[in-house]
Protein backbone atom coordinates (compact mmCIF):
# COMPACT_ATOMS: atom_id res chain seq x y z
CA UNK A 1 0.00 0.00 0.00
CA UNK A 2 1.22 3.35 -1.24
CA UNK A 3 2.63 5.77 1.82
CA UNK A 4 -0.39 8.45 0.82
CA UNK A 5 -3.08 5.71 0.87
CA UNK A 6 -2.10 4.41 4.02
CA UNK A 7 -2.03 7.73 5.46
CA UNK A 8 -5.54 8.58 4.02
CA UNK A 9 -7.01 5.41 5.18
CA UNK A 10 -5.95 6.10 8.31
CA UNK A 11 -7.48 9.76 8.75
CA UNK A 12 -9.99 8.05 7.31
CA UNK A 13 -10.88 5.17 9.56
CA UNK A 14 -9.91 7.45 12.64
CA UNK A 15 -12.35 9.68 11.32
CA UNK A 16 -15.88 7.61 10.80
CA UNK A 17 -14.92 6.33 14.40
CA UNK A 18 -16.07 9.10 15.75
CA UNK A 19 -19.17 8.45 17.86
CA UNK A 20 -21.15 11.62 15.97
CA UNK A 21 -20.28 10.71 13.01
CA UNK A 22 -20.49 6.80 13.46
CA UNK A 23 -24.20 7.68 14.83
CA UNK A 24 -25.60 8.76 11.26
CA UNK A 25 -23.14 6.71 9.31
CA UNK A 26 -25.09 3.83 11.12
CA UNK A 27 -27.84 5.45 10.23
CA UNK A 28 -27.49 5.71 6.66
CA UNK A 29 -26.71 2.06 7.01
CA UNK A 30 -29.66 0.85 8.22
CA UNK A 31 -31.76 3.11 5.73
CA UNK A 32 -29.98 1.99 2.52
CA UNK A 33 -27.10 0.84 2.26
CA UNK A 34 -25.83 1.88 -0.77
CA UNK A 35 -26.00 5.45 0.99
CA UNK A 36 -23.71 4.33 3.57
CA UNK A 37 -20.78 2.53 1.34
CA UNK A 38 -21.30 5.98 -0.75
CA UNK A 39 -20.67 8.07 2.12
CA UNK A 40 -17.63 5.71 3.20
CA UNK A 41 -16.05 5.83 -0.23
CA UNK A 42 -16.99 9.51 -0.33
CA UNK A 43 -14.79 9.67 2.61
CA UNK A 44 -12.45 7.72 1.95
CA UNK A 45 -11.29 9.50 -1.26
CA UNK A 46 -11.88 12.24 0.46
CA UNK A 47 -9.16 11.13 3.10
CA UNK A 48 -6.15 10.88 0.10
CA UNK A 49 -7.39 14.06 -1.80
CA UNK A 50 -6.74 16.33 1.65
CA UNK A 51 -3.20 14.33 1.82
CA UNK A 52 -2.52 15.68 -1.96
CA UNK A 53 -3.54 19.36 -1.21
CA UNK A 54 -1.55 19.70 1.97
CA UNK A 55 -5.15 21.02 4.05
CA UNK A 56 -4.57 22.00 7.82
CA UNK A 57 -5.12 19.30 10.08
CA UNK A 58 -8.53 21.02 10.83
CA UNK A 59 -9.36 21.50 6.94
CA UNK A 60 -8.62 17.52 6.64
CA UNK A 61 -11.42 16.72 9.28
CA UNK A 62 -13.57 19.15 8.47
CA UNK A 63 -13.20 17.83 4.43
CA UNK A 64 -13.01 14.05 5.40
CA UNK A 65 -16.25 14.42 7.66
CA UNK A 66 -18.05 16.77 5.41
CA UNK A 67 -17.74 14.11 2.22
CA UNK A 68 -18.43 10.90 5.09
CA UNK A 69 -22.05 13.42 6.26
CA UNK A 70 -22.78 14.49 3.03
CA UNK A 71 -25.53 12.36 1.75
CA UNK A 72 -27.07 12.38 5.18
CA UNK A 73 -30.15 13.53 4.23
CA UNK A 74 -31.26 10.80 2.37
CA UNK A 75 -32.44 8.68 5.67
CA UNK A 76 -35.05 11.12 5.58
CA UNK A 77 -35.73 9.95 1.65
CA UNK A 78 -38.12 7.40 0.67
CA UNK A 79 -36.35 3.61 0.13
CA UNK A 80 -38.05 3.44 -2.92
CA UNK A 81 -36.87 6.67 -4.65
CA UNK A 82 -33.31 5.88 -3.50
CA UNK A 83 -33.63 2.70 -4.91
CA UNK A 84 -35.47 2.73 -8.03
CA UNK A 85 -33.63 1.40 -11.11
CA UNK A 86 -34.63 3.42 -14.27
CA UNK A 87 -35.08 7.20 -14.40
CA UNK A 88 -37.40 8.94 -11.56
CA UNK A 89 -40.28 10.77 -12.45
CA UNK A 90 -40.01 14.52 -12.19
CA UNK A 91 -41.89 14.27 -8.60
CA UNK A 92 -39.28 11.83 -7.41
CA UNK A 93 -36.90 13.96 -8.76
CA UNK A 94 -37.49 16.98 -6.94
CA UNK A 95 -38.39 14.92 -3.21
CA UNK A 96 -34.33 13.19 -4.13
CA UNK A 97 -33.12 17.23 -4.11
CA UNK A 98 -34.19 17.71 -1.26
CA UNK A 99 -31.78 15.79 0.80
CA UNK A 100 -29.32 18.50 1.19
CA UNK A 101 -31.40 20.93 2.71
CA UNK A 102 -32.58 17.93 4.96
CA UNK A 103 -29.23 17.41 5.74
CA UNK A 104 -28.15 20.74 6.85
CA UNK A 105 -31.43 20.60 9.04
CA UNK A 106 -30.68 17.20 10.40
CA UNK A 107 -27.35 18.22 11.48
CA UNK A 108 -28.29 21.60 12.87
CA UNK A 109 -30.63 19.96 14.93
CA UNK A 110 -27.60 17.66 16.33
CA UNK A 111 -25.40 20.93 16.47
CA UNK A 112 -22.81 20.12 14.43
CA UNK A 113 -20.08 23.11 13.17
CA UNK A 114 -21.41 25.69 10.73
CA UNK A 115 -18.11 24.74 8.31
CA UNK A 116 -19.55 20.91 8.18
CA UNK A 117 -23.12 22.32 7.41
CA UNK A 118 -22.26 24.57 4.55
CA UNK A 119 -20.36 21.31 3.04
CA UNK A 120 -23.20 19.09 3.90
CA UNK A 121 -25.75 21.98 2.28
CA UNK A 122 -24.11 22.91 -0.87
CA UNK A 123 -22.40 19.90 -2.09
CA UNK A 124 -24.59 19.61 -5.37
CA UNK A 125 -24.07 23.60 -6.32
CA UNK A 126 -22.08 23.94 -9.26
CA UNK A 127 -19.68 26.62 -9.92
CA UNK A 128 -22.25 27.90 -13.18
CA UNK A 129 -25.15 27.72 -11.30
CA UNK A 130 -26.93 24.67 -12.51
CA UNK A 131 -27.05 23.32 -9.20
CA UNK A 132 -29.11 22.67 -6.10
CA UNK A 133 -30.67 23.68 -4.16
CA UNK A 134 -29.99 27.60 -4.41
CA UNK A 135 -28.19 27.48 -7.70
CA UNK A 136 -25.33 29.62 -6.71
CA UNK A 137 -22.38 30.69 -8.60
CA UNK A 138 -19.02 30.18 -8.04
CA UNK A 139 -18.02 32.82 -5.29
CA UNK A 140 -20.70 31.62 -2.75
CA UNK A 141 -19.20 28.14 -3.62
CA UNK A 142 -16.25 27.72 -1.23
CA UNK A 143 -12.82 25.26 -1.72
CA UNK A 144 -14.02 22.57 0.94
CA UNK A 145 -17.49 22.49 -0.46
CA UNK A 146 -15.69 22.30 -3.80
CA UNK A 147 -13.23 19.12 -2.94
CA UNK A 148 -16.70 17.33 -1.55
CA UNK A 149 -18.38 17.86 -4.43
CA UNK A 150 -15.21 16.48 -6.55
CA UNK A 151 -15.15 13.07 -4.18
CA UNK A 152 -18.67 12.60 -4.36
CA UNK A 153 -18.98 12.87 -8.01
CA UNK A 154 -16.55 10.53 -8.34
CA UNK A 155 -17.50 8.31 -6.08
CA UNK A 156 -20.81 7.87 -7.36
CA UNK A 157 -19.13 7.48 -11.22
CA UNK A 158 -17.33 4.76 -9.99
CA UNK A 159 -19.55 2.87 -7.86
CA UNK A 160 -21.37 -0.74 -9.29
CA UNK A 161 -25.33 0.26 -9.72
CA UNK A 162 -27.82 -2.78 -10.68
CA UNK A 163 -28.84 -0.88 -13.05
CA UNK A 164 -25.41 0.65 -15.03
CA UNK A 165 -22.25 -0.74 -15.06
CA UNK A 166 -19.33 1.62 -13.73
CA UNK A 167 -18.35 3.68 -16.65
CA UNK A 168 -14.41 3.12 -17.59
CA UNK A 169 -13.62 6.35 -17.96
CA UNK A 170 -14.41 8.21 -15.05
CA UNK A 171 -12.06 11.28 -15.04
CA UNK A 172 -12.99 12.00 -19.00
CA UNK A 173 -16.78 12.05 -17.92
CA UNK A 174 -15.25 14.48 -15.23
CA UNK A 175 -13.08 16.46 -17.58
CA UNK A 176 -15.73 17.98 -19.62
CA UNK A 177 -17.73 19.19 -16.43
CA UNK A 178 -15.38 22.34 -16.82
CA UNK A 179 -18.00 24.66 -16.12
CA UNK A 180 -19.23 23.10 -13.64
CA UNK A 181 -16.42 21.91 -11.18
CA UNK A 182 -13.41 23.55 -10.35
CA UNK A 183 -10.86 23.27 -12.94
CA UNK A 184 -7.16 23.54 -10.86
CA UNK A 185 -8.50 21.22 -8.04
CA UNK A 186 -9.89 18.37 -10.91
CA UNK A 187 -6.52 18.54 -11.78
CA UNK A 188 -5.03 17.98 -8.95
CA UNK A 189 -7.49 14.99 -8.39
CA UNK A 190 -7.13 13.99 -11.69
CA UNK A 191 -3.31 13.40 -11.36
CA UNK A 192 -2.79 12.03 -7.90
CA UNK A 193 -6.10 11.05 -6.07
CA UNK A 194 -8.12 8.88 -8.74
CA UNK A 195 -5.81 6.05 -8.91
CA UNK A 196 -5.79 6.02 -4.44
CA UNK A 197 -9.55 6.50 -5.19
CA UNK A 198 -9.59 2.85 -7.13
CA UNK A 199 -7.04 1.67 -3.94
CA UNK A 200 -9.50 2.84 -1.60
CA UNK A 201 -12.35 1.25 -3.01
CA UNK A 202 -10.80 -2.21 -2.94
CA UNK A 203 -9.86 -1.88 0.47
CA UNK A 204 -13.54 -0.98 1.06
CA UNK A 205 -14.98 -4.12 -0.48
CA UNK A 206 -12.58 -6.24 0.98
CA UNK A 207 -13.48 -4.55 4.58
CA UNK A 208 -17.36 -4.86 3.94
CA UNK A 209 -16.67 -8.52 2.49
CA UNK A 210 -15.33 -9.50 6.33
CA UNK A 211 -12.06 -10.30 5.19
CA UNK A 212 -10.35 -6.89 6.70
CA UNK A 213 -11.10 -6.08 10.31
CA UNK A 214 -11.27 -2.51 10.33
CA UNK A 215 -9.01 -0.75 13.03
FE1 LIG B 1 -25.98 14.27 -2.64
FE1 LIG C 1 -23.38 11.72 -2.84
Known amino acids: MSCEL ?30 FQHSLLAGAIASVFARSVSLSTGDELLLVTGALLHDV ?9 LQKNGPLTSAERIELERHPEFGYRLLKEDGWDPAILELVHLHHERLDGSGYPHRFHAEKIGRLVRM ?7 SALIEERSY ?52
Open 6 to 35: ELGLCLFQKTRQTPRIEYWLNKMQSHDLQL
Open 73 to 81: GKVLIDRLI
Open 148 to 154: VTLCDVF
Open 164 to 215: RPSPRRPLEIMSVMTSELDGPLFGVFAEGVAELAFSAQRFLKLEMSGALIAN
